[in-house]
């Protein structure tokens, strides 16, 4: 038979609420990371990135935090909406290298 | 539009034919990737060019030929594929940059939906 497909884990958040979406890495040499979001028929898109010299980091309407401690990423989408609704992805790699390691994914359903 | 444009968008092929997938920059960017987004597994690095060198090769099998005539351009040559291969291909180009603070941010094509029957 077929095998099973990737199983995203999915979170659901109602319009205007916050949404976090979590990440853990494994490699501890890590130390650059970013968040991206991925659309239906589309090629993922950067949301924001971290440098592991800091734990917090602002964009519009964005927020990373990362701990090195536990090595877990998060990314906090403010007063989400419907336009948010897509996969998003954190990668990670060590500094100056090019070879990302992307996370499996977690889907974001935004409900009206 | 992210300046990285991807062709075919959709391609269906048998196991003994032999295609190319074409990724066009349009950035300035002096890095490419192949990357393979499957069902199955997340997102996975095929190849990195930077300079138009190849830097990374993680275990692609010979099926799959990647070529950089120059830092706009990637082609990824394909001859006898697997069913098991079917998967979306994503292109992406980066400026490297060994500056303090530099973004790696990667920026990707739209991707070809490959199916190999």
């Known amino acids: 038979g077929e095998s099973v497909g990737l199983h995203l884990p999915t979170l659901s958040v109602q319009e205007g609420d916050n949404s976090i979406i979590n990440c853990a890495y494994s490699?501890?040499?890590?130390?650059?990371f970013i968040w991206y979001k991925q659309e239906s028929g589309k090629g993922p898109q950067f949301i924001i990135d971290i440098r592991s010299n800091m734990d917090k980091r602002q964009g519009q309407r964005v927020t990373v935090l990362l701990n090195k401690t536990v090595k877990h990423l998060s990314l906090q989408i403010a007063a989400t909406q419907p336009g948010d609704s897509a996969v998003y992805f954190c990668?990670?790699?060590?500094?100056?290298?090019?070879?990302?390691?992307f996370g499996p994914g977690t889907r974001l359903s935004v409900l009206p | 539009e992210t300046g990285v444009t991807q062709t075919p968008r959709h391609l269906v092929m048998g196991m003994t034919n032999k295609k190319s997938l074409k990724c066009e920059q349009h950035?300035?960017?002096?890095?490419m990737y192949w990357y393979k987004q499957s069902a199955k597994k997340p997102l996975e690095l095929m190849f990195v060019y930077s300079l138009e060198e190849r830097v990374e090769n993680n275990s692609v099998p010979s099926r799959f030929s990647p070529e950089c005539p120059n830092s706009s351009h990637l082609f990824l040559h394909l001859h006898t594929l697997q069913p098991e291969d079917s998967a979306l291909y994503l292109c992406?180009?980066?400026?490297?940059?060994?500056?303090?603070?530099?973004?790696?941010?990667?920026?990707f094509g739209p991707g070809t939906r490959l199916t190999v029957l």
């Open positions: 990668a990670e790699n060590e500094y100056y290298g090019q070879n990302f390691v």
């Open positions: 950035l300035g960017h002096n890095a």
């Open positions: 992406a180009s980066s400026q490297e940059s060994l500056l303090a603070g530099a973004s790696n941010e990667q920026f």
């Open positions: 490699n501890s040499a890590s130390d650059y």
